[in-house]
């Protein structure tokens, strides 16, 4: 006998949210199926590495905005509500969201693998994110130190060797992808 799997509306998903005991949990909404981000130390590290190059690139330009999980929910999307790692705004003037999923998708996604993670899933991922408005994803495997740098017509694959760039869409920006990871 096969088991039906529930797949949860947005609606019913910010009920969820708004309980009590998943105050502190980072939920995440994935073609109607709540999925749970349960990140570790080395994962929290990278994140934040890449957010504080990203955020100092920004202060230093006065250009663009960055944040660390922040939820995305685009209208009319009844079942995904995502949380990227890092988001990267190249217009700094639209206003924050005080309450709620931004209800567009950032200029550039980030994703850094937990262990947890499978190749397929991150790459749905991506390509979810290319295809609702970022212009840009970075997926990060810490394991082997690279980094996967997605367009909606390209694709690169970085060593910890080679710096990595923002493009076109984070103008200026590069750093040593060695520098992302923990040594």
Known sequence: MAVQQTL????????ILARPENRDRLLELVDG???EKVPAQKHGVIAGNVFGFLWNHCRMTEQGRVEQEVRHRLPGDEHNDRLPDVSYYADASKPLVERGPVPYFPDLAVEVKSPDDSWPGMRAKARYYLDNGCRMVWLLYPEKQLIFVLTADD???LTADDSLSGGEVVAGFSVLVREIFPA
């Open 8 to 15: 949860y509306t947005v609606e019913e998903f910010e009920d």
């Open 33 to 35: 199926e709540i999925v």
């Open 155 to 157: 694709e690169d694959v």
